[in-house]
C-alpha cells in the first residue's frame, strides 16, 4: 500500500519511474507538484478499467485527502504543461529517431455543455451527430509504437463568444475557434513538442479532414516530407487533365500509360501487399498552388487486411520505395489511440475547465510513452490490426 506524508504521496515505485518523472516533470517548480505528478502517473499505470480521480486515489492511499490532492494537481494547480510535452519529446527522441510524425483525432463522447470544448460534431465513424470533444493528438512514431507528444483541443464557434463559459471552463483569451484542418496545419508548421531539424516524414491519415488541400499545402510550403491518405470521393487535380478535378478513384484510371506497380514484400510467407503508382503530377482540389511536380498518387488496392482500397498523396518521389512500411504508421497510431482509450483513461477526464483537460491528456500521455519505453517486449496490437512487418521492400516495374 502507498502511504502519505505530511499531505503528500509517498511512491516507493521502481529507479525507473522516479528518473522518469524526474526528466519528464523537471519543469513543475515545487516538489510537492512533482510527488502529485509521480502518484498521478503510478495511478494511470496501475488502475484498471476507467481512471476516476477516486479510483486514482486509492492507488495511493485510502484517505481523502489524496483524492483532494490529485484533484487540485490536475484542476486547481496552474503547472505548464508545454515543457512538460517537449521533456517527453525529447525522451522518446533519445530512444532512437523517430520513422515518422503522425497526428491523429480522439472523439471523447459527453453529456451536457458545460464540458470545455463540448460541441455537436458529425462523427463519420459512429455515422451521426454526437455531442462530444474533439482532441488532436501528435505522435512520434517509433521503434516502440506510435508515442503521443502533444495535444490539442478543438473550440468550434459556440466557444468564442460565449464569455460565460470560457470564463468558467478557463479558457485562456489566445485560444480561439479554429478548425481541425488549421489545428494540423499547426502541429506540423511549428509544434514545440517537434524537435528542430527533424526530418522524419509525416504521415497523416486525411480521411475526416475537411480542407485537406490546405494541410497539403502547409507541409509543401514548410519542405517537410509527407504520405497523406485521402478518400477514394476526395477531389484530385491531374497534370494531364488540365482544371477539371477528378475523384482520386477515377485519378487512377486517368494515366498517361500504366502505372509503375509497387509490391511490399514481407520478409514472411504472408500475402504481400500491392500498391499503384500514379505516373503523373497530382494535387489536391481546393489548395492555392498549381499541381507541384512531386505530388504522386498512390493506391493500395482492398485486400484481406484492408476491405476498401487505400489512397495516399506524397511528395517522397525519390523515396518512393519507403511508402508500404510508412503507410503503415496510421495503424501503429490506430493502436496507440486504442490503448490510450481502454488503458491509460483519455477519455475518463471528469473535470471541465481548459487547464485540467490539458493537464489530464498530458499525464495520459506521460503513462503511455513510460509503458512503451520501459518494456522490452514486442509491441503486439490487440485492436484487430495487422501491420505490415517492419523491414519490407517495395518492388517498382512498369
Given at each position: 500500500?502507498?502511504?502519505?506524508?505530511?499531505g503528500h504521496p509517498?511512491?516507493?515505485?521502481?529507479?525507473?519511474?522516479a528518473?522518469?518523472?524526474n526528466?519528464i516533470f523537471?519543469s513543475?517548480?515545487r516538489?510537492?507538484?512533482?510527488r502529485w505528478?509521480?502518484?498521478?502517473?503510478?495511478?494511470?499505470l496501475?488502475?484498471p478499467g476507467r481512471?476516476?480521480?477516486?479510483?486514482?486515489?486509492?492507488?495511493?492511499?485510502p484517505r481523502?485527502?489524496?483524492?483532494h490532492?490529485l484533484?487540485?494537481?490536475?484542476?486547481?494547480?496552474?503547472?505548464?504543461?508545454?515543457?512538460?510535452?517537449?521533456?517527453?519529446a525529447?525522451?522518446?527522441?533519445?530512444?532512437g529517431?523517430?520513422r515518422?510524425?503522425?497526428?491523429?483525432?480522439i472523439?471523447?463522447r459527453?453529456?451536457?455543455?458545460?464540458?470545455v470544448?463540448?460541441?455537436?460534431?458529425f462523427?463519420p465513424?459512429?455515422g451521426?451527430?454526437?455531442n462530444?470533444?474533439l482532441?488532436?493528438?501528435?505522435f512520434?512514431?517509433?521503434?516502440?509504437?506510435?508515442?503521443?507528444?502533444?495535444?490539442?483541443?478543438?473550440l468550434d464557434?459556440?466557444?468564442?463568444?460565449?464569455?460565460?463559459?470560457?470564463g468558467?471552463?478557463?479558457?485562456?483569451?489566445?485560444?480561439?475557434?479554429?478548425?481541425?484542418?488549421?489545428?494540423?496545419?499547426?502541429?506540423?508548421t511549428g509544434?514545440?513538442?517537434?524537435p528542430?531539424?527533424s526530418?522524419?516524414p509525416?504521415?497523416?491519415d486525411?480521411?475526416e479532414?475537411p480542407?485537406?488541400?490546405?494541410v497539403?499545402?502547409?507541409?509543401?510550403?514548410?519542405?517537410?516530407?509527407?504520405?497523406?491518405?485521402?478518400?477514394?470521393?476526395q477531389?484530385?487535380?491531374?497534370a494531364?487533365?488540365?482544371r477539371?478535378?477528378?475523384?482520386?478513384a477515377?485519378?487512377?484510371?486517368?494515366?498517361?500509360?500504366?502505372?509503375?506497380?509497387a509490391?511490399?514484400?514481407?520478409p514472411d510467407?504472408?500475402r504481400?501487399?500491392?500498391?499503384?503508382?500514379?505516373?503523373?503530377?497530382a494535387?489536391l482540389?481546393g489548395?492555392?498552388?498549381?499541381?507541384?511536380?512531386?505530388?504522386?498518387?498512390?493506391m493500395?488496392?482492398?485486400?484481406p487486411?484492408h476491405?476498401?482500397?487505400?489512397y495516399?498523396?506524397?511528395?517522397?518521389?525519390?523515396r518512393?520505395?519507403?511508402?508500404?512500411a510508412?503507410?503503415?504508421t496510421?495503424?501503429?497510431?490506430d493502436?496507440?489511440?486504442a490503448?490510450l482509450?481502454?488503458?491509460?483513461?483519455?477519455?475518463?477526464?471528469?473535470?471541465?475547465?481548459?487547464?485540467?483537460?490539458?493537464?489530464?491528456?498530458?499525464m495520459?500521455?506521460?503513462?503511455?510513452?513510460?509503458?512503451?519505453?520501459h518494456?522490452t517486449?514486442?509491441?503486439t496490437?490487440?485492436?484487430?490490426h495487422?501491420?505490415?512487418?517492419r523491414?519490407?521492400?517495395?518492388?517498382?516495374?512498369?
Amino acid at each position: 500500500m502507498l502511504e502519505m506524508y505530511e499531505g503528500h504521496p509517498t511512491i516507493p515505485e521502481s529507479a525507473a519511474v522516479a528518473a522518469f518523472v524526474n526528466e519528464i516533470f523537471a519543469s513543475l517548480p515545487r516538489v510537492d507538484q512533482r510527488r502529485w505528478a509521480q502518484a498521478y502517473l503510478h495511478g494511470l499505470l496501475t488502475v484498471p478499467g476507467r481512471k476516476t480521480l477516486r479510483g486514482l486515489a486509492q492507488a495511493v492511499t485510502p484517505r481523502t485527502a489524496s483524492a483532494h490532492g490529485l484533484q487540485q494537481f490536475i484542476n486547481g494547480s496552474p503547472w505548464d504543461w508545454a515543457p512538460v510535452r517537449q521533456a517527453l519529446a525529447r525522451a522518446i527522441t533519445g530512444h532512437g529517431r523517430p520513422r515518422a510524425w503522425s497526428i491523429a483525432t480522439i472523439t471523447i463522447r459527453k453529456r451536457g455543455h458545460h464540458s470545455v470544448g463540448v460541441h455537436r460534431r458529425f462523427d463519420p465513424r459512429a455515422g451521426r451527430v454526437l455531442n462530444c470533444q474533439l482532441a488532436i493528438g501528435l505522435f512520434a512514431v517509433t521503434a516502440h509504437g506510435s508515442l503521443p507528444v502533444d495535444w490539442r483541443l478543438l473550440l468550434d464557434g459556440t466557444w468564442s463568444t460565449d464569455t460565460v463559459r470560457r470564463g468558467r471552463a478557463r479558457v485562456p483569451d489566445t485560444e480561439t475557434a479554429r478548425t481541425l484542418a488549421e489545428h494540423v496545419r499547426e502541429l506540423v508548421t511549428g509544434a514545440p513538442a517537434v524537435p528542430d531539424g527533424s526530418q522524419a516524414p509525416w504521415v497523416l491519415d486525411l480521411t475526416e479532414t475537411p480542407d485537406a488541400a490546405l494541410v497539403v499545402d502547409a507541409l509543401t510550403e514548410h519542405g517537410q516530407d509527407f504520405l497523406c491518405e485521402v478518400g477514394p470521393a476526395q477531389r484530385m487535380h491531374l497534370a494531364a487533365l488540365g482544371r477539371r478535378p477528378v475523384s482520386a478513384a477515377t485519378a487512377m484510371t486517368h494515366r498517361p500509360g500504366q502505372p509503375a506497380l509497387a509490391s511490399a514484400v514481407p520478409p514472411d510467407d504472408r500475402r504481400p501487399g500491392r500498391f499503384l503508382l500514379h505516373t503523373g503530377p497530382a494535387c489536391l482540389a481546393g489548395g492555392p498552388h498549381s499541381v507541384p511536380l512531386s505530388h504522386r498518387l498512390v493506391m493500395q488496392p482492398a485486400s484481406p487486411f484492408h476491405r476498401d482500397g487505400r489512397y495516399w498523396l506524397t511528395n517522397m518521389a525519390t523515396r518512393i520505395h519507403e511508402v508500404p512500411a510508412l503507410a503503415e504508421t496510421v495503424t501503429a497510431t490506430d493502436c496507440a489511440i486504442a490503448d490510450l482509450i481502454d488503458d491509460f483513461g483519455v477519455q475518463d477526464f471528469e473535470g471541465r475547465s481548459y487547464p485540467g483537460w490539458h493537464h489530464h491528456m498530458t499525464m495520459a500521455a506521460a503513462a503511455y510513452v513510460f509503458s512503451r519505453l520501459h518494456h522490452t517486449a514486442p509491441r503486439t496490437c490487440r485492436h484487430g490490426h495487422h501491420p505490415t512487418p517492419r523491414g519490407a521492400l517495395l518492388e517498382l516495374t512498369s
